[in-house]
């Protein structure tokens, strides 16, 4: 059974057909490339080495192609991967071309997150080094390098205020009487990254443009190229026109604090310069400031395998779990962090 959308495109070739319905769907030309590469590697698979075709595949042939993606694919991958074959087919299941659906017991059972965007452009860590190497300005390399340590949302990035940092060193020491959070003594180089500050109500003496989307407060560590940057950005840092002492504040706009607006401005004009922001492009072309969290997420959980940490220090977690890294932070937490944190600089 095929829709009218399909034109020339048969049955006879389910991936043909599906690829060219995207089309008809609007989808980008790297969104359909990606879809074919490993629609087409799964075809081959079934017809090669379990003597099968697409349409009667099998629970069974998926969970076999599955298992052979993981021998040399990191985890996050084989799950974008999986992704798509449920999306293949249960879009030719809907439009009945396929009877059922044999990847969704396989999906309920894999143990690997599923990418909610898995044709998002993938950058290497060198290409991101080198991404990073060519900001000079000290507010610019400052908000990338934090967003890509921390893996915090722009919004949160932006409520930071300066006793959510805790440095040690005496130089930063020197130059800012403002105190850290209590919540930081005895947790040097460090971030706080609060639950709290929400748009519209007022947070440290200052009613706050943002929202943080955090489940509970997170401390968050700061890694000896962090610190540097930190340190940096702090030794020009202009005076702030709010008592709440903004962590980041703008340089055009002298001393106001930043808003998420703003910082998407810097990453995406630094993206663009770079080949990774065209206007229209989609998020899964575009980086953005949201595609640090995705990259932070992505890296730090392949090298760890520590799935608890990774949410913990994301903040997305229910209670039970960030109490148990809360209580541990200064043992797990950290330790984890600082053995596999990538570096940038």
């Known amino acids: 059974m095929a829709s009218e959308a399909t034109g020339g495109a048969s049955p006879e070739d389910p991936v043909g057909y599906f690829l060219q319905d995207l089309t008809y769907h609007g989808k980008t030309e790297r969104t359909r490339e990606s879809y074919e590469r490993v629609l087409r590697a799964f075809e081959s698979f079934v017809r090669e080495e379990r003597g099968t075709t697409l349409d009667t595949a099998t629970q069974r042939e998926c969970m076999a192609w599955v298992h052979t993606l993981r021998a040399d694919r990191a985890p996050s991958t084989v799950a974008s991967y999986a992704s798509y074959l449920h999306r293949f087919y249960a879009y030719m299941t809907q439009v009945g071309v396929f ?13 690997e997150s599923i990418d909610t965007d898995p044709a998002r452009r993938e950058v290497m860590l060198p290409e991101m080094r080198s991404f990073v190497g060519g900001i000079a300005h000290p507010l610019d390399r400052a908000l990338v390098v934090t967003l890509l340590k921390t893996g915090m949302r722009v919004g949160e990035l932006c409520n930071l205020d300066l006793r959510d940092l805790f440095l040690e060193d005496s130089e930063v020491a020197d130059a800012y009487e403002t105190a850290h959070r209590g919540a930081l003594d005895g947790r040097p180089d460090s971030i706080y990254v609060d639950s709290a500050p929400t748009r519209g109500v007022e947070t440290n003496g200052e009613e706050r443009t943002e929202s943080n989307k955090r489940k509970r ?9 962090l610190k540097r940057v930190l340190k940096r950005w702090l030794a020009v840092r202009p005076d702030a026109r709010s008592p709440a002492e903004p962590l980041f504040c703008s340089t055009s706009e002298w001393g106001r604090r ?5 910082v998407g401005q810097t990453v995406t004009g ?16 575009n980086v953005t400031p949201h595609y640090f969290r995705h990259f932070f997420t992505t890296h730090l959980r392949d090298r760890t395998g520590d799935r608890g940490v990774v949410k913990y220090l994301r903040g997305d977690v229910a209670s039970d779990i960030i109490d148990t890294y809360t ?19």
């Not at 009877?99 to 143990?111: K, S, Y």
């Not at 407060?217 to 190229?225: F, L, N």
């Not at 984890?336 to 570096?343: A, G, R, V, W």
């Open 217 to 225: 407060a997170t401390v968050v560590p700061v890694d000896s190229e």
């Open 327 to 345: 209580h541990n932070w200064g043992g797990k937490v950290r330790e984890t962090y600082e053995e596999n944190i990538y570096s940038l600089l």
């Open 258 to 262: 930043l808003t998420i607006g703003m």
């Open 270 to 285: 630094h993206a663009e310069a770079n080949g990774w922001y065209r206007a229209g492009g989609g998020a899964e072309e």
């Open 99 to 111: 009877d059922r659906n044999p990847m969704t017991l396989v999906l309920e059972e894999m143990d």
